[in-house]
């Protein structure tokens, strides 16, 4: 038996305020969200929709480091532009708010205090980089360095943005802090863990048991994560940009972008209402959130594993996640400006929300990857919106006024035929059919079937006639009495149509609703769920206005202007790209021959030649292998960023060149005692430094 719910919590994913919206992300999860509290307001039905903006984390900063201007300014300008293109395409929040508020960070320390306060945080002294001149410590972002990949020499210490690898700090060559350039160095610091293992149990009833009706790919990827068993998770970070640790000892400390933001959405609802503990503590609320795929396990294990830890607050009912939407064949890349903007769509397409939403939605990544095409907008809107739902409405409006006087025709009851019968019965069964499929967060079915009960009007219009019933006229002229009631009949039922199609589109298209209702001279409240699949919203004799069209055709111009655009931005950004890298070139070619040295310098390095015994790969570091050395005095273990360039049975046996006496060190927690000698070639391709022929282990290079 189905939960009662008494109170409907929407939330859709905190943007992060460092940049504007593409496309991607009001397909993510902005306008499914939006469609779900559109239809549940038309049911009547208390709900409530919160959002707002992440303003925390490293992203921020480093978008305040690259514009030289203050985390603060960052948010500040990003937030006005995310929140005005959300109300512009009718995303219909009931507060958008933001991270920085002070509601926000009092909400979220007192969320930490009570953890806290219960005993349930684990402090933990662990080994971060950190930057000597600064005094800070150095998140991954923070760290910059050559790409052992690809060797562009300006990788961050979590991704090369030339070559789009996965990296670490540990495994960059020549790493640098972002923020003095100087070498960054480990040293200890004290973080507050959450003890997330304690909690797997509780997660394992709660997802793999109770809700085994959420989406296949957010449960396929809850079990995964659980099936590989959770571990502890620092929730603090060592930063001053956030919301600090309200702790005594915690100096430059804040809670980690990932704690603080889901707390975002019950913040969000103290700011819209008094009674906000309603919505987030009493146990017949439905908590809903919608998210991307790549945000499930802070939704689905971390934040409610946060949540059972409080104790006081419901959790999800569902976490209705998407897949992503590529562009035109490419995924999107934001640093390569590979994107369609939400705020210049806007300003190309003015008055065109509802053609965007349409498509987005039509074409939903919510089972897979789906691609977004600039030729299949334009064919959707061309021959989906013009060519069926808007012809529809608008040959309705136009025979109605030339062949009713503008005014719904009477039904005849004594000559209702079958196809008028089976017509009229459509409008319940198409309501019961987007019923189930919204309750099922299904938006791309439902909304096929809006399109699909225009189509069958469409069919209905075209097999009745009424301009070719209207020609059987009498002695003067007009239409004979029983071809008037003929016509009558078929255009009443086509307006009642037109009437249940504004109530079905409005949760997708709320623009083209309204043009619809204005229309047909009707108020707000006709768009109510109640209503959906009645045969009687339109009184017999009631004046309709002049039809308007409701779409416009897109011509091929303007699609190969925003394919031209896109290509454009893509070029540019690769221009700039390149222009570094020339840039890097120079710098390397003067920097090709170091500072001089003199030989009681060279001396200090020991040399030895090594035979490579085995070799494995570091379990969840594409890059690392962990190799076997046999020095001849010893045998050495030596981690090697080496593995997308030699398969660890390929080099069992090899003789290499170790640098010998370098500092020990810890590399995803295996201790180097040593580096392999590599040459690099022009196509970036690594050959191991070797004798030219076999030697004993242990010799010398002099």
Known sequence: MMKEFKRYLITAAL??????????????????????????????????????SD?????????AMKENITPQQVVDKYHKIIKESFAEMGISFDIYSRTSNPVHHKTASDFFLNLYEKGLFEEKQTEQFFDEEKQTFLADRYITGTCPVCGYPHAFGDQCENCGSSLSPEILINPRSTLSDAVPVKR???????????????LRKWILEDHKEWKNNVYGQCKSWLDKGLQPRAMTRDSNWGVKVPLPNAEGKVLYVWFDAPI???????????NWEDYWCKEDTKLVHFI?????VFHCIIFPSMLKAHGDFVLPDNVPANEFLNIEGQKVSTSRNWAVWVDEYLKDFPGQQDVLRYVLCANAPETKDNDFTWKDFQDRNNSELVAIFGNFVNRTFVLMHKLCNGKVPTLHADIIDDADKKMVAEFEQTKIKIENLLDQYKFRDALYEVIDLARKGNKYLQEKQPWIVAKQTNNNGQPAIEAQNKIDNCLHICLQLCANLSIFINPFLPFTAKKMIYMMKVVDKMLDWENAGKSKLLSVGYSLRAPELLFRKIEDEEINFQIEKLKRGLVDSLNKLQTTVDQNKEENKMESIKPEIVFDDFAKIDLKVGTILSAEKVEKADKLLKLEVDLGFEKRTIVSGIALHFKPEEIAGKQVVVVANLAPRKMRGIESNGMILMAEDKEGKLHFVKPE??????????
């Open 15 to 52: 943007p992060y305020a460092n940049g504007p919206n593409h496309i991607g992300h009001l397909a993510g999860c902005y306008l499914p969200a939006d469609i779900y509290v559109r239809y549940l307001r038309a049911k009547r039905l208390d709900v409530k929709f919160v959002c707002g």
């Open 55 to 63: 303003e925390h984390g490293v992203p921020i900063t480093i978008r």
């Open 188 to 202: 200890k610091t004290t973080h507050w863990y959450f003890p997330l293992q304690n909690y797997e149990q509780f």
């Open 264 to 274: 975002g959405y019950i913040s969000a609802t103290k700011e819209l209402l008094e």
């Open 292 to 296: 991307g795929k790549d945000n499930i």
């Open 693 to 702: 022929d076999k030697i004993n282990p242990g010799a010398s290079v002099t």
